[in-house]
Each structure stands twice: as C-alpha cells, then as structure tokens.
C-alpha cells in the first residue's frame, strides 16, 4: 500500500539557545510542497539562503551534524530532522535566523511537541520508499564503529554502545519502526562525559549549554572546589553527583537513555540521505562522523540500483 507525502498544516515556532554558539535562535517550521523535503533557509542572511538537508551538504560532525550551501551555514541539525522524521513528514520549511539550531532540553521531543502543534496533512503526491537490494557494511576501524543496513521491507534501527566506562559501559536499544520514535526515543537526551566538557569549555564552546540539556556523566571524583566551579559555569546554586555518577541529581527517562540518544542521533543523520527507504539499520558505537559516511553509502546505492539522482 502506497502513502501519500506529508507536511504541516500550519506554521509553528519554537525559540532557544544553541549549544555550541550559545546565541538565542528562532525555528520556524511552515508547510512546503510535495517532492521539497527538508530544507532550511538563514532568513538573518542576505537574500536568505536555503540549504537542502542533503548528506552532500555536510561539513562538520566535530560536536554535532552541520551542513552548508556556499556561505550559508546550519549547525547541529540531527535533533530537528529526527523529530521531522519521527511526525511522518516528508516535506517542510525550517526557517532560521541564526547559523545554530537551538539545544532546548538536548532531545527531540521539544520539536515534536511542536509539529504535533501544527498538524500533519497530507498531500496529493504519493510517498516513494526506496529499498536498497542489498546488505550495506561500513566500518571505521580508528573509531571501532560498524554499522550494516540489512534489506527489510520496515524501518528499524538496532544501536549499541560500549564506552568501557564504570558510569557509562554497554547499553543497546531497538527503534522497531518510524511510529516508535516519538514515545520512545524522542525524550532521550544528549550526554556528555565531564573530562569532555572540560575541554568544550577551553575551546569557548557550549557557550548555550548548561545542566538541564545534557546528561553529564562524571567520569572522575571531583574535589568540592572543582563542584562549586562547575556550579559557576553552569550559573546553578549548587552542583552535586548521584551515586551512579550523573551529575546535578538528573534522573534519567529510560535506564539506556544513552544509547537511545544514539539511535535518535543515526535515525536523525539518516534523514540526510535525502529520501525514504526502507531497512534495518545496525549500529555498534556510531557517532555523527560515520553517520554521515553512512548515510553516504546508502545514497549511492539508492541512486546506482534506481537510476535517479538526490538533490
């Protein structure tokens, strides 16, 4: 059975700070043609660029996946596309007034929420879903990351990760179809590692960042000194760590909220190919770079098995 494309009915906004940029930035979100798919558009530039959601458009996956058309630039666009994705949309305009997407609380759900906000309709063009015909393999032997697309008529994504840390070890999830991703996975937020935030914060980034969008794990015992500088940084009155190593009391939604933070971050990377297919996605240790490689692999299949080209 063939479905129809998809877009919102109305356009919706959501306002918040990026994560790396820390400037306050205004999404809005607005109904687009059959056969569009993602596109983003810097209305703060002149003559207002847009840039394709297209995995040919990515140019750095160092904190997050960001994409460009010339001078125009998006920066972490994985939270967006999987919430887009994960409402069943095919076709949307994301306008922008600034280079960085906003961090909110560090998951998706917050652009769900918003989507669901203004509708789904459908439109009179069916949906084309592409099934590559054969296993895809990819391995990063200097990251240990594999990933597999299997042919598979649904849409799944089986992610594990294994940080051979004491707070953070072995985890795995399962997003059983595109319908699962909004209750299960779109609350699941970023994390980080406190020797990493460390190191953000001596580069000047995650200048948006603070305790309430990010999971931080303490991967070292902290002095009372090194607490209240943190409490600082993060303009908190106070800082303190859970037993298991999560820092600020923040509870967790789902015992492997990491690892399904992962699969929200391959299932919104994936979107990057540039349209529907179908198959089952396995992912030991992925991370935005090989996403995007990924994502790469999968393109080209598309295009050599179907005879088209995704622009």
Same mark, same amino acid.
């Given at each position: 059975? +063939?479905?129809?494309?998809?877009?919102?009915?109305?356009?919706?906004?959501?306002?918040?700070?990026?994560?790396?940029?820390?400037?306050?930035? *205004?999404?809005?979100?607005?109904?687009?043609?059959?056969?569009? @798919?993602?596109? #983003?558009?810097?209305?703060?530039?002149?003559?207002?660029?847009?840039?394709?959601?297209?995995?040919?458009?990515?140019?750095?996956?160092?904190?997050? *996946?960001?994409?460009?058309? @010339?001078?125009?630039?998006?920066?972490?666009?994985?939270?967006?596309?999987?919430?887009?994705?994960?409402?069943?949309?095919?076709?949307?305009?994301?306008? $922008?007034?600034?280079?960085?997407?906003?961090? !909110?609380?560090?998951?998706?759900?917050? #652009?769900?929420?918003? !989507?669901?906000?203004?509708?789904?309709?459908?439109?009179? /063009?069916?949906?084309? /879903?592409?099934?590559?015909?054969?296993?895809?393999? #990819?391995?990063? *032997?200097?990251?240990?990351?594999?990933?597999? !697309?299997?042919?598979?008529?649904?849409?799944?994504? =089986?992610?594990?990760?294994?940080?051979?840390?004491?707070?953070?070890?072995?985890?795995?999830?399962?997003?059983?179809? &595109?319908?699962?991703?909004?209750?299960?996975?779109?609350?699941?937020?970023?994390?980080?590692?406190? =020797?990493? /935030?460390? +190191?953000?914060?001596?580069?000047?980034?995650?200048?948006?960042?603070? $305790?309430?969008?990010?999971?931080?794990?303490?991967?070292?015992?902290?002095?009372?000194?090194?607490?209240?500088?943190?409490?600082?940084?993060?303009?908190?009155?106070?800082?303190?760590?859970?037993?298991?190593?999560?820092?600020?009391?923040?509870?967790?939604?789902?015992?492997?909220?990491?690892?399904?933070?992962?699969?929200?971050?391959?299932?919104?990377?994936?979107?990057?190919?540039?349209?529907?297919?179908?198959?089952? $996605? &396995?992912?030991?240790?992925?991370?935005?770079?090989?996403?995007?490689?990924?994502?790469?692999?999968?393109?080209?299949?598309?295009?050599?098995?179907? @005879? $088209?080209?995704?622009?």
């Amino acid at each position: 059975m +063939m479905n129809k494309q998809k877009t919102i009915k109305i356009p919706v906004e959501i306002k918040g700070k990026g994560i790396h940029t820390g400037c306050t930035t *205004t999404l809005r979100f607005l109904p687009a043609p059959p056969n569009s @798919g993602y596109i #983003f558009k810097r209305v703060d530039l002149p003559e207002q660029p847009v840039v394709k959601a297209l995995v040919q458009n990515v140019f750095d996956t160092s904190r997050g *996946t960001s994409i460009k058309n @010339g001078d125009a630039v998006v920066r972490t666009v994985e939270h967006v596309l999987a919430a887009i994705l994960g409402c069943d949309i095919d076709n949307i305009l994301i306008e $922008i007034d600034s280079e960085e997407t906003p961090i !909110l609380d560090g998951s998706s759900a917050p #652009f769900t929420a918003c !989507l669901q906000k203004a509708g789904i309709v459908e439109q009179d /063009v069916f949906r084309i /879903v592409y099934n590559p015909q054969k296993k895809i393999y #990819f391995k990063d *032997t200097d990251k240990d990351v594999e990933m597999w !697309l299997i042919p598979d008529e649904g849409y799944r994504i =089986s992610t594990m990760i294994d940080y051979n840390n004491k707070v953070l070890s072995s985890q795995n999830a399962l997003l059983k179809s &595109i319908s699962d991703f909004n209750q299960n996975f779109s609350k699941a937020r970023t994390f980080v590692f406190l =020797s990493e /935030v460390e +190191m953000l914060l001596q580069r000047n980034l995650i200048q948006g960042g603070d $305790i309430k969008n990010a999971v931080v794990f303490v991967d070292r015992i902290l002095s009372t000194e090194e607490l209240d500088h943190l409490a600082n940084v993060f303009k908190q009155p106070k800082v303190t760590v859970l037993k298991e190593g999560v820092l600020n009391n923040i509870e967790l939604y789902y015992p492997n909220e990491p690892a399904r933070h992962k699969t929200l971050d391959v299932f919104g990377d994936l979107c990057l190919v540039g349209c529907r297919f179908s198959g089952h $996605i &396995i992912a030991n240790k992925p991370g935005h770079k090989t996403n995007v490689e990924f994502a790469k692999l999968i393109q080209n299949q598309i295009q050599k098995t179907y @005879g $088209i080209e995704i622009t």
